[in-house]
């Protein structure tokens, strides 16, 4: 009895070493940290601009938009793509523009030109001189992407239009369809129907299941189209939304529909370069976060409504209800856990924040690998500078040893996020995270030292278009940020905010729809601003010789990661330098550790082709 009464003590003497809750292991010196002033980009300007940097051809071929480069923009959208990609990007309001710049042999010739539809007039004069000049860019190897269509009458109206989008005729010019299928190989996540079965599914249906229906003619792939009943329509001639046309020296495609628009063009941008090239090596941050906001609270209030609901006070609430679910999230998904303290939500009672319950929280999470990270959020009137006066008030006199490494935004302006930053307080904060918001732009620096980084989606939610954008943004950048706000259970508005309602939801959510993302690291937000650091400083050079695919990287820190993405029969056998692990059926994540690494193929299962 002796040994056994030992050795449980032992157990707990080395539980409680181990588990030094009291300083942050995730905490960094940001002055040490690569900073905003190591960030790698390649060239980028506008019409009329100097072309100074293009001639970088040894990194990655540059790009053109033809549109506007305003908020929202396709022309925001590259840049956004071509910071994340390495890539020289251009920007032109008109096709006659780019063409100027074009036939005098002003710059390199683009790898490919995005196209926004909406900014060329269609019933210029000189229409049909602008489409032909894209169909010799084509010809001459450039591949052309169509961001989306103009209108059906235009489409009608121009036979070399139609040719050069690989349009046959117009079927209808408009159709209603029941679902949509993405076909497997353009984004990563593999096939997906977006067609709902239940009257629960019918809640995600969210997508646009109207739009124009062509015939395309023959050298085309389709990519994703529209579901209607195959005993009226063969699936062969269903309605298409996104496809390529091959001219023989390029590729053409087209979006039919504002797929490429805020995050998701990002992926579609990614996944139309892999079509065009036999393998594809891009960079990816590779980091996949869980966020809890407003989580733990400390103070025990709104107790007469949360007593009503639960028969128990927040603390019992967040301790008793809520808790076991972030350990099943933990233990059950491949995310890493980051969770925002709420010291207060009401700063304007006379309830205080309980010491017990911190200790209690600091341990379990520490248990679980998680991060504990500082929210700015209160329901009261409160300003955040008294907000910052009171919570470091009750931190210095419990915890002061802790220091928040991050930092929930929620609704901060950016003023006020400059007072938060320059508070003493918070000075180790080296990364916020930033709402929820349909952009492009979802990782950077908010200032000198601090890196932003945007959630993605909220958990309680997974509609269809949802899950489009998240496939796109893994394929882009290996990336997710998925926040979930406990203030709604604390403060509930209504029925649909009790936890026994939300977790359904989260549960369903969290557990099924990342898994096929699971080769990408789960991390904490410390953890993933250390993957954006490096990602952002990083540039690099490669090159294939028969089955080796030599790289050479420059950067502030390692390791970085990259997805290859490969022909049907090959496969990573070793990686010098690095390590690789598969995402999916021709898709590598490759870890490079140093400068210079070899990837190693096995090419012999690869198909051959008589000719």
């Given at each position: ?26 905490a960094q ?100 001189k ?71 599914e ?53 979006v ?12 579609l ?96 999470m ?19 500078e ?26 901060l ?14 000075s ?32 309680y ?25 406990i ?83 090959e ?41």
């Open positions: 009895m002796a040994i056994v009464f030992f050795l449980f003590q032992l157990l707990n003497m080395a539980k409680a070493s181990w588990n030094n809750y009291q300083t942050n292991t995730f010196d940001t002055e040490a940290l690569p900073d905003r002033s190591s960030v790698y980009q390649a060239g980028q300007q506008t019409s009329g601009e100097s072309d100074e940097n293009w001639g970088d051809g040894v990194y990655c071929a540059p790009v053109v938009c033809i549109g506007e480069n305003q908020e929202g923009s396709f022309g925001e959208l590259l840049r956004d793509w071509g910071f994340y990609m390495k890539r020289s990007v251009s920007i032109y309001e008109s096709v006659s523009d780019y063409q100027t710049v074009y036939e005098a042999g002003d710059q390199s010739t683009p790898q490919f030109l995005l196209i926004d539809s909406n900014v060329i007039d269609w019933n210029c004069k000189n229409t049909l602008e489409i032909k000049f894209l169909q010799s860019c084509a010809d001459a190897g450039i591949h052309l992407i169509f961001g989306n269509l103009p209108e059906v009458s235009v489409i009608k109206k121009y036979k070399a239009l139609r040719e050069l989008l690989g349009i046959e005729s117009v079927r209808q010019e408009s159709v209603t369809v029941e679902g949509i299928h993405l076909y497997e190989g353009l984004l990563l996540g593999g096939e997906v129907i977006y067609k709902p079965q239940t009257e629960e019918e809640k995600r249906q969210d997508m646009a299941l109207t739009f124009p229906w062509y015939n395309l003619s023959s050298g085309t792939k389709v990519y994703m189209k529209g579901m209607l009943d195959q005993e009226v329509v063969d699936v062969q001639e269903q309605p298409v939304l996104i496809w390529r046309k091959s001219t023989g020296n390029s590729f053409v495609f087209a039919n529909g504002d797929y490429m628009k805020g995050a998701s063009g990002l992926g941008l990614t996944g139309m370069l892999c079509q065009t090239q036999d393998y594809t090596l891009y960079p990816v941050v590779n980091a996949q976060n869980f966020i809890f906001t407003g989580y733990p609270a400390l103070a025990e209030e709104n107790s007469d409504t949360l007593q009503s609901l639960y028969s128990q006070t927040m603390s019992g609430v967040f301790r008793d209800v809520i808790w076991p679910s972030v350990s099943v999230i933990s233990h059950r998904t491949s995310l890493g856990i980051s969770s925002m303290i709420a010291m207060q939500y009401d700063y304007s009672d006379d309830v205080w924040p309980k010491t017990q319950e911190l200790f209690y929280y600091m341990e379990s520490k248990e679980l690998g998680a991060e504990m990270g500082y929210s700015t959020v209160s329901i009261s009137d409160t300003g955040i008294e907000k910052l006066i009171q919570d470091k008030e009750f931190w210095d006199k419990v915890l002061s040893t802790y220091r928040f490494s991050s930092l929930y935004r929620g609704t302006s950016d003023d006020e996020m400059n007072t938060v930053l320059k508070n003493k307080f918070l180790d904060i080296c990364t916020i995270v930033e709402p929820i918001e349909d952009t492009s732009d979802l990782i950077g620096y908010a200032n000198e030292h601090v890196t932003r980084q945007r959630a993605l989606i909220d958990g939610e997974h509609t269809y278009s949802q899950d489009f954008a998240i496939r796109s943004i893994e394929t882009a950048l290996g990336y997710t940020s998925i926040l979930t706000d203030g709604r259970v604390a403060y509930p508005q209504s029925e649909a905010d009790a936890w026994e309602n939300l977790s359904k939801e989260l549960m369903a959510n969290t557990t099924t729809y990342w898994k096929t993302f699971s080769a990408f690291e789960g991390t904490t937000l410390s953890q993933s601003d250390a993957h954006i650091r490096n990602f952002l400083a990083m540039s690099y050079t490669e090159e294939r010789e028969d089955s080796c695919i030599k790289v050479n990287i420059k950067g502030s820190g390692f390791p970085v990661w990259f997805v290859l993405k490969i022909g049907e029969g496969m990573v056998t070793q990686v010098e330098g690095g390590s690789a692990s598969r995402i999916e059926k021709g898709v590598w994540l490759i870890e490079a550790d140093q400068s210079q690494i070899e990837i190693n193929l096995d090419q012999s299962s690869k198909p051959f082709y008589y000719e």
